[in-house]
C-alpha cells in the first residue's frame, strides 16, 4: 500500500516563505504525476501545482510566479517552495500522486499539512 507523508507546514508571516514535502512510501513501480492542491475554509479543493514524469510543470493562476513545483524521482518525493506568501494562501495542502502500484493504477492522497499565513 502507497501512503503519502507530508511536512513542511506551519505559521509564517505575510511575505514570508514555506517549503513543503511530500514522500510516497510503499511498492510503487510508476509515478506519474505529483502534486499538490490546497482547501481554504468554505472553498473546494483546488489546484496548486502538478509535475509531470517528464518535468512539465502546471500552476494556478493565483500562484505563478510565486510557487515552485519540483520532483526528486529517485526518493519518490515531490516539493512545493512557496514564497512571497499571502493571507489568502491560507489552507490545508494536499500532496497528490498518480502512478503504478501492486493493485493498479491510483490516485493517492496525502493526509494534508495546514499552513497558515498570518498579515
Known amino acids: 500500500q502507497v501512503q503519502l507523508v507530508e511536512s513542511g507546514g506551519g505559521l509564517v508571516q505575510a511575505g514570508g516563505s514555506l517549503r513543503l514535502s511530500c514522500v510516497a512510501s510503499?511498492?510503487?513501480?510508476?509515478?506519474?504525476?505529483m502534486g499538490w492542491y490546497r482547501q481554504a475554509p468554505g472553498k473546494q479543493r483546488e489546484l496548486v501545482a502538478a509535475?509531470?514524469?517528464?518535468?512539465?510543470?502546471n500552476y494556478a493562476d493565483s500562484v505563478k510566479g510565486r510557487f515552485t513545483i519540483s520532483r526528486d524521482n529517485a526518493k519518490n518525493t515531490v516539493y512545493l517552495q512557496m514564497n512571497s506568501l499571502k493571507p489568502e494562501d491560507t489552507a490545508v495542502y494536499y500532496c497528490?500522486?498518480?502512478?503504478?502500484?501492486?493493485?493498479?493504477?491510483?490516485?493517492?492522497w496525502g493526509q494534508g499539512t495546514l499552513v497558515t499565513v498570518s498579515s
Open positions: 497528490n500522486v498518480k502512478g503504478a502500484t501492486i493493485v493498479g493504477y491510483r490516485e493517492i
Open positions: 510503499g511498492t510503487i513501480f510508476y509515478i506519474n504525476t
Open positions: 509535475i509531470a514524469s517528464g518535468d512539465s510543470t
